[in-house]
């Protein structure tokens, strides 16, 4: 054992920085930093915590407290009339060998992440853009929403609830939500439902990979539309499904190609109010086709009704859920896009069967969404007030995309085919053979504008090319700025 005596134990524990932090802790660190890098090895015998002090020019109370504190976390031993040593019993990993460079910064076992966790990284996320340039998706118009009706609610809700909405709340959501959520789907989707049924989440991503991990057992085969969401795809992916792309067209989904590609898959992926990105609603002979498939096979169905509220031509087609009795159906929507985006509600209706599973698995995500803000839709619900918006906003939201469609056939003819589809937030634009759509976004982006590949929304080798322009958040204004743009890159 060392019996190191004396006067300055190393130049280096010098306390020349000035810092904001106690003496007492600065010191600390630099004796325990040369534990660590080796400077002080195992069984060295430190100085007294008045030579300490006296070195360091502090006062012994400071050395005192470092030197306890060490003593504490077990990097030193100090024995009554012997004196202060670093302790021999320091874990393996903290003992440099003998030349060997200091510990900090050394590469130890290289930590990487889990297939997973490398894959989810590699993705381009699910994140919405932050502005509202010309063709960004995902964006409701702000400017529209009834500010003033819903502050006066939230004021209510908070005065008449008072500490009640404080406290940890159901996971499953807030009671008279689910009631109202029920009533309104009941009403306006045709969904048969409970409101023990519905699940609130914070948001159809999340409702998504609830479903999918629920539902899959890794090398499950899943159908997913061609092209499609990607959320949905980085959700089934997660859930270690074996992705089966299955083209869509003027119908939707092609249930008959995907019973040829993969007749027994686990699961079904559907957009069927508007598909995503292509924009054709699901026939109902389809919708009655994908029932009797997963009805034969014991597969289930995650149809995704996300933007069902903004139909501008035709009759809307009744949710697949609601067309048979306790169908083998997992219903996701969100009323984000509808009302604003931060409001982050969601909601699952989910089989009787699997509803009280799917409840508990979601309380070991995030346990619940935020209860007053569930509480203030409530209320907007309740009251009627989402029929008298959603109208305002449908009206909005097609003369938007009245505007956009006359500019593209004034300004791109001949350079994009657009696929109008029936309702929605935005326009799919395919553009000619040999095209490429990364290389044009890319020169959109020095012009100003955000325009989203269809390519990437493909799963086949060869894709189509082409933009999903988002329309609704857009002043009629931008709409003709962004066209005249998107006109520039195209000649």
């Known amino acids: 054992m060392s019996k190191t005596q004396g006067g300055v134990l190393f130049p280096s524990l010098a306390l020349t920085s000035p810092g904001s932090e106690p003496l007492y802790l600065r010191l600390y660190k630099r004796i325990r930093e040369a534990i660590l890098t080796g400077g002080l090895k195992p069984g060295t015998r430190l100085p007294s915590s008045r030579t300490l002090a006296a070195d360091l020019g502090v006062s012994r109370t400071t050395a005192e407290e470092a030197l306890a504190k060490l003593e504490g976390e077990g990097f030193l031993t100090r024995r009554v009339g012997d004196g202060t040593y670093v302790s021999e019993h320091l874990p393996a990993t903290f003992r440099p060998t003998s030349g060997a460079t200091p510990r900090t910064g050394a590469p130890g076992p290289r930590l990487g992440l889990s297939e997973r966790g490398t894959y989810l990284a ?40 008072g ?30 439902c409970s409101p023990e ?31 499609g969401y990607l ?25 008959e190609q995907g019973t040829a590609l993969a007749p027994r898959a686990k699961l079904a992926y559907v957009t069927p109010s508007h598909q995503y990105p292509t924009g054709p609603a699901l026939s109902l002979e389809r919708r009655l086709a994908l029932l009797t498939w997963a009805r034969r096979t014991g597969s289930w169905i995650i149809e995704d009704d996300y933007d069902s509220e903004f139909r501008y031509t035709g009759r809307p087609h009744p949710a697949i859920q609601g067309l048979e009795a306790d169908a083998p159906v997992v219903y996701v929507g969100t009323l984000t896009k509808a009302l604003f985006p931060s409001l982050r509600l969601a909601y699952v209706v989910a089989p009787q069967r699997i509803a009280e599973a799917m409840t508990r698995a979601r309380s070991l995500q995030d346990g619940h969404s935020p ?44 350079k994009l085919r657009v696929m109008e589809g029936e309702g929605g ?67």
């Open 163 to 192: 500490q009640a909405l404080l406290g940890y709340g159901d996971p499953a959501g807030y009671g008279p939500l689910r009631e109202a959520l029920s009533e309104y789907l009941i009403s306006s989707r045709g969904v048969r």
């Open 425 to 491: 937030f935005h326009l799919t634009a395919f553009l000619p053979q040999g095209s490429d759509d990364t290389a044009l976004s890319k020169k959109g982006e020095k012009l100003g504008l955000d325009l989203p590949t269809l390519s990437r929304m493909y799963l086949r080798e060869r894709p189509a090319h082409g933009f999903v322009l988002g329309f609704a958040a857009l002043a009629p204004s931008q709409i003709l700025q962004g066209v005249a743009g998107l006109a520039k890159i195209l000649q």
């Open 197 to 227: 049924q519905v699940l609130i989440l914070t948001s159809s991503q999340q409702a998504l990979d609830l479903a999918s991990r629920m539902l899959l057992d890794p090398g499950d085969k899943a159908w997913i539309e061609d092209p």
């Open 122 to 161: 590699e993705t381009r996320g699910c994140v919405e853009p932050l502005d509202c340039r010309p063709f960004a998706g995902g964006h409701p118009a702000p400017e529209a929403f009834p500010y003033d009706l819903w502050h006066r609610l939230l004021l209510r809700r908070s005065r008449t609830s």
């Open 231 to 255: 959320g949905a795809r980085v959700a089934l992916q997660n859930a270690g499904a074996d992705l089966v792309p299955v083209p869509v067209d003027e119908q939707g989904l092609d249930v």
């Open 371 to 414: 209860s007053l803000s569930q509480a203030v839709l409530a209320d907007f619900l309740h009251d009627g007030h989402i029929s008298t918006h959603l109208r305002k906003m449908k009206n909005l939201y097609q003369g938007r995309r009245a505007i956009l469609l006359e500019a593209l056939a004034a300004r791109t003819s001949g």
